[in-house]
């Protein structure tokens, strides 16, 4: 029988937070041991870092030129002939995911045999004027049904009072911890080893909605973290470090300076979060051998996108800082047929389209040809993989900070498309993005060359960005291109 898959996502996790990485606080031992055991990739990236366009390429394989999703937007329809899901339910498999899709209509299975759905807080969904009945978040969303049914039929999970976009707030898990969204996408994928079709592999997405906010960490995590000293955020030279309008006093602030109490608080939430999602990835592991499917099981786990978390004195992600635009990607492969350079460490650039074609190189499944990502594979074995693309590009469309961005893993090139500011980062000597090299004199030859490089990316494109010779300032950015709309 061909190998199971299980593909674990979570939602706004930065890629440093691994202390496999080096991360000086972070504890995360059942994802270190993975990346032990298997290969991980040191710069992989979310090319639009936000849940929507990260999760198209997820499940698409497609660059966002092609699946068309370049900026975040709720309510347009998912329609993709060909998705990573019903590639594998095409091929045999037993499909199931638990947890977090983001695609609309909100119950599109996308493929999947079946989806046990938490999105989380969607705005167009708790507004009931802006949806139909079966896209009523008390209708469409099985967490909050199922934590009516176990908490009391009052139970919402706002009943805390945190934002679903706050990163400066937190507080602990204000119910039983076995209620939390965390140990429900557990129990859930656990119930689906129970009742699978064991005459067909399976292919599992197990996708948490934390360590996204709100920060509510189980009581016992959060302990992990207080009275420590919590790493300080990197200000580089280029930040705006006077929040003139104060913006830092709202919960769900973009930027600005935060009471440094209420900062320390919400990162150790974060980390707490992290440690509680590791914490349960043990539980399903265990799981796993308990139901005699551990050793046939391929496992990947990544991020749509990071947290920047008071990095430059932003917040949330959508921006190109490598806080929002980097996430973990690992791959394990207990069952020896891969063969994996076990404890590799992969430093080549990879982005979330190649996730797809990955886990079908590694299943025996045929990749289609709408797919734009390539599989790792290659780069995860002894002696391999030294022909790889030479950069990614990513971008977000989001009002006067729109911008798009290129990088090897080892510089990365900005253009801001409304204003023309450049920035450009040796991240090799720099990974914290401190210092703007964009203005320097003897950088211009390798502006050049990066700009050269966005200006061949963005020809023929809709928004006018360039004339194949130069970019042009100030076209209007938008969130979906046209073939979506």
Same mark, same amino acid.
């Given at each position: 029988?061909?190998?199971?898959?299980?593909?674990?996502?979570?939602?706004?996790?930065?890629?440093?937070?691994?202390?496999?990485?080096?991360?000086?606080?972070?504890?995360?031992?059942?994802?270190?041991?993975?990346?032990?055991?298997?290969?991980?990739?040191?710069?992989?990236?979310?090319?639009?870092?936000?849940?929507?366009?990260?999760?198209?390429?997820?499940?698409?394989? +497609?660059?966002?030129?092609?699946?068309?999703?370049?900026?975040?937007?709720?309510?347009?329809?998912?329609?993709?002939?060909?998705?990573?899901?019903?590639?594998?339910?095409?091929?045999?498999?037993?499909?199931?995911?638990?947890?977090?899709?983001?695609?609309?209509?909100?119950? #599109?299975?996308?493929?999947?045999?079946?989806?046990?759905?938490?999105?989380?807080? +969607?705005?167009?969904?708790?507004?009931?004027?802006?949806?139909?009945?079966?896209? !009523? !978040?008390?209708?469409?969303?099985?967490?909050?049904?199922?934590?009516?049914?176990?908490?009391?039929?009052?139970?919402?999970?706002?009943?805390?009072?945190?934002?679903?976009?706050?990163?400066?707030?937190? =507080?602990?898990?204000?119910?039983?911890?076995?209620?939390?969204?965390?140990? !429900?996408?557990?129990?859930?994928?656990?119930?689906?080893?129970?009742? /699978?079709?064991?005459?067909?592999?399976?292919?599992?997405?197990?996708?948490?909605? /934390?360590?996204?906010?709100?920060?509510?960490?189980?009581?016992?995590?959060?302990?992990?973290?207080?009275?420590?000293?919590?790493?300080?955020?990197?200000?580089?030279?280029?930040?705006?470090?006077?929040?003139?309008?104060?913006?830092?006093?709202?919960?769900?602030?973009?930027?600005?300076?935060?009471?440094?109490? +209420?900062?320390?608080?919400?990162?150790?939430?974060?980390?707490?979060?992290?440690?509680?999602?590791?914490?349960?990835?043990?539980?399903?592991?265990?799981?796993?051998?308990?139901?005699?499917? =551990?050793?046939?099981?391929?496992?990947?786990?990544?991020?749509?996108?990071?947290?920047?978390?008071?990095?430059?004195?932003?917040?949330?992600? /959508?921006?190109?800082?490598?806080?929002?635009?980097?996430?973990?990607?690992?791959? #394990?492969?207990?069952?020896?047929?891969?063969?994996?350079?076990?404890?590799?460490?992969?430093?080549?650039?990879?982005?979330?389209?190649?996730? +797809?074609?990955?886990?079908?190189?590694?299943?025996?499944?045929?990749?289609?040809?709408?797919?734009?990502?390539?599989?790792?594979?290659?780069?995860?074995?002894?002696?391999?993989?030294?022909?790889?693309?030479?950069?990614?590009?990513?971008?977000?469309?989001?009002?006067?900070?729109?911008?798009?961005?290129?990088?090897?893993?080892?510089?990365?090139?900005?253009?801001?498309?409304?204003?023309?500011?450049?920035?450009?980062? #040796?991240?090799?000597?720099?990974?914290?993005?401190?210092?703007?090299?964009?203005?320097?004199?003897?950088?211009?030859?390798?502006?050049?060359?990066?700009?050269?490089?966005?200006?061949?990316?963005?020809?023929? =494109?809709?928004?006018?960005?360039?004339?194949?010779?130069?970019?042009?300032?100030?076209?209007?950015?938008?969130?979906?291109?046209?073939?979506?709309?």
């Amino acid at each position: 029988m061909k190998p199971n898959v299980l593909l674990i996502t979570v939602d706004q996790m930065r890629g440093d937070c691994l202390h496999y990485l080096g991360h000086p606080v972070i504890q995360t031992p059942n994802l270190d041991n993975l990346a032990r055991g298997g290969v991980t990739f040191t710069n992989a990236y979310t090319a639009t870092p936000s849940c929507v366009p990260a999760r198209a390429a997820m499940m698409t394989g +497609m660059k966002q030129r092609n699946h068309g999703r370049v900026g975040y937007k709720d309510k347009v329809p998912w329609n993709y002939e060909h998705t990573l899901a019903g590639e594998f339910a095409g091929a045999g498999y037993h499909t199931q995911c638990i947890g977090k899709m983001h695609v609309y209509p909100t119950r #599109n299975l996308c493929g999947f045999h079946n989806v046990v759905l938490h999105d989380g807080y +969607m705005h167009y969904n708790r507004d009931r004027s802006a949806t139909t009945p079966l896209g !009523w !978040w008390d209708q469409c969303d099985d967490y909050v049904n199922w934590l009516r049914d176990k908490a009391g039929a009052r139970h919402d999970i706002m009943d805390h009072g945190l934002d679903c976009n706050s990163s400066t707030v937190a =507080r602990p898990w204000h119910l039983d911890e076995s209620l939390h969204p965390t140990n !429900w996408a557990v129990t859930q994928s656990i119930d689906f080893l129970r009742r /699978r079709d064991p005459s067909k592999p399976f292919f599992l997405w197990t996708s948490f909605v /934390r360590p996204h906010p709100p920060l509510d960490p189980p009581q016992a995590f959060l302990d992990l973290y207080e009275g420590i000293e919590l790493p300080q955020p990197p200000i580089g030279d280029w930040a705006d470090i006077h929040d003139r309008n104060r913006e830092g006093l709202s919960p769900t602030t973009f930027r600005g300076i935060v009471h440094e109490r +209420m900062r320390q608080k919400a990162l150790a939430a974060y980390y707490a979060l992290i440690t509680h999602i590791d914490n349960q990835i043990g539980r399903l592991l265990n799981a796993l051998f308990e139901y005699g499917v =551990r050793k046939n099981t391929i496992i990947m786990f990544t991020s749509d996108h990071g947290d920047l978390m008071g990095d430059h004195c932003l917040y949330q992600k /959508r921006l190109p800082y490598e806080g929002s635009a980097k996430v973990p990607f690992l791959l #394990n492969d207990p069952t020896g047929t891969l063969g994996l350079e076990t404890g590799k460490m992969v430093d080549q650039v990879v982005e979330l389209q190649d996730m +797809m074609p990955t886990l079908l190189h590694s299943a025996g499944i045929a990749i289609p040809n709408s797919v734009d990502g390539m599989s790792v594979l290659p780069l995860s074995k002894s002696g391999e993989g030294s022909e790889w693309r030479p950069f990614i590009h990513g971008e977000h469309a989001m009002d006067e900070l729109s911008y798009h961005y290129l990088t090897d893993g080892k510089q990365k090139y900005i253009w801001f498309s409304q204003t023309g500011e450049e920035q450009l980062f #040796n991240l090799t000597e720099d990974p914290q993005e401190l210092s703007n090299l964009a203005n320097k004199p003897h950088h211009q030859e390798l502006m050049g060359m990066w700009r050269s490089r966005l200006i061949g990316e963005l020809q023929g =494109r809709e928004e006018g960005y360039t004339d194949g010779i130069k970019l042009i300032i100030g076209q209007t950015p938008q969130a979906c291109l046209s073939p979506l709309m």
